[in-house]
């Protein structure tokens, strides 16, 4: 068989999704040899494509692209995996140049099998055998041309890939037990299953750090998220240091901004996690999301205290979109629900001071998260932005959070890529902006 070979950006160069152009573009030159040197049955791509939410249908437009260019199937092979922030999803394909596609499962490590002359044969071996991830159903879809490839659950995809990269963050780490604040909140409770599922039950600690403003509710949600995943739940008062730092710093304190007496409490857990990670030898992981990242709405050498962010790309919306998966999840093996009903649908708070909720100060995270989607993802201008219906108060004061926060985010530990545009590499901003 005579073989084409491509390596990764050399396909994307062909329908221009590449940073920069090449002086040539690879896949019209493998088009004039064989018309020079003679036919090729097929070419490959040797790729790393990192994982954004639905990009299956990207990688499909690109396959059928060469082949239709190149007269015969071209398969683009992806790896699987994390490394770091980057996250890779397999879903690897080959495309027919009359538009037919054969797509291998996602988040699963195996050999797909392909007949270039009956793509409708085509299978999966899992590899080793018995290997696949726990969310793979080992479906190869095969697509007809003009259809495209069938797009995931958005939630249960978003919960692979962010298993997949904090579990390969630890294993690639020597990372082998963690740690982490368990509130009662949508957050921690979603970052402790997704602990879970990627280092084992067995290796998560959770550690319920209630204050005078806790509320019962929450301590009871997180004892039942901690029982239903498996564990371990320990539960460290702060009420005493919270007193002595209060009494410490009275002076300062009495005239000062208000923040700084609730950010106390932020901090006086995150050294309780830090200790019990150091004491361990496991790693802490912050539980915040990309929603508080980007206004500031978290606390330096607090809450964002940790090694891993699992959350740290994910807007809050999509976070209970990951918790309705995960209890999908447990409920399809008839295990308990991990996330409460009362942590689905009581209004999120920090509990830093009494009958606090985030709306006191954030807009609804519907809202705050569609202007946040626009200003990142999209570059949408605030005139944009408004024109869409946002309230223009609203909004300008969103983009002036994003602006400011940016040393927050600085010093945000890595998060697992989801987006196409996420903070960490890619996105870096001054620091110093005159306001």
């Known amino acids: 068989m005579h073989l084409g070979v491509t390596i990764c950006e050399d396909a994307w160069q062909h329908v221009g999704d590449v940073p920069s152009d090449y002086r040539t573009d690879p896949i019209e030159q493998l088009a004039e040899w064989q018309q020079r040197d003679g036919p090729l049955e097929l070419t490959v791509n040797l790729s ?3 994982y954004h939410l ?15 260019t190149l007269g015969h199937p071209f398969a683009l092979c992806n790896q699987v995996g994390g490394n770091d922030d980057l996250i890779f999803d397999g879903r690897s394909l080959v495309a027919w140049p009359d538009g037919t596609v054969v797509q291998a ?8 099998l392909v007949d270039l002359d009956n793509p409708p044969a085509a299978s999966w071996l ?8 726990p969310d793979c159903r080992c479906f190869v879809e095969t697509v007809s041309p003009g259809s495209e490839p069938t797009a995931p659950d958005s939630g249960a995809d978003l919960l692979c890939a962010v298993t997949t990269g904090l579990g390969d963050y630890c294993r690639k780490s020597g990372i082998n037990s963690l740690v982490l604040g368990l509130s009662g909140g949508i957050d921690s409770a979603v970052c402790a299953a997704i602990a879970a599922r990627a280092v084992g039950p ?3 600690l959770g550690l319920s750090m209630p204050s005078r403003h806790s ?3 929450s301590i009871d949600d997180a004892t039942a998220t901690a029982q239903a995943l498996g564990v371990e739940l320990l539960s460290m008062p702060i009420n005493e240091l919270h007193e002595g730092a209060e009494e410490t710093l009275a002076a300062e304190l009495e005239d000062g901004n208000p923040v700084a007496a609730e950010n106390l409490q932020a901090r006086i857990r995150g050294m309780l996690v830090m200790g019990a990670a150091n004491a361990r030898g496991s790693m802490a992981v912050a539980t915040g999301n990309k929603s508080e990242l980007a206004v500031g709405y978290c606390t330096l050498y607090g809450d964002m205290n940790g090694g891993y ?8 919306t999509q976070v209970y979109e990951l918790a309705k998966a995960i209890n999908e999840d447990a409920e399809s093996s008839e295990k308990p629900r991990p996330i409460t009903e009362s942590t689905l649908t009581k209004p999120p708070s920090a509990e830093l001071s009494p009958d606090q909720v985030d709306q006191d100060t954030l807009p609804p995270y519907d809202t705050l998260d569609d202007i946040l989607r626009a200003l990142i993802e999209n570059g949408a201008s605030l005139d944009r932005i408004v024109s869409e219906g946002h309230d223009p108060s609203t909004v300008t004061w969103v983009d002036g959070r994003l602006e400011a926060s940016e040393h927050k985010r600085w010093q945000m530990p890595p998060a697992p890529r989801v987006s196409e545009r996420a903070f960490g590499q890619g996105w870096r901003q001054p620091l110093a902006v005159k306001r």
């Open 202 to 204: 067995s290796n998560v």
């Open 48 to 50: 790393a494509s990192p």
């Open 126 to 133: 899992a590899w080793p055998e018995g290997e696949c991830g």
């Open 215 to 217: 509320s019962q509710h």
């Open 54 to 68: 639905a990009k299956e249908g990207e990688r499909a437009a690109l396959a059928r692209a060469a082949a239709a």
């Open 105 to 112: 499962p996602g988040w699963c490590i195996g050999v797909l």
């Open 309 to 316: 962010a699992p959350l740290g790309d994910l807007y809050k």
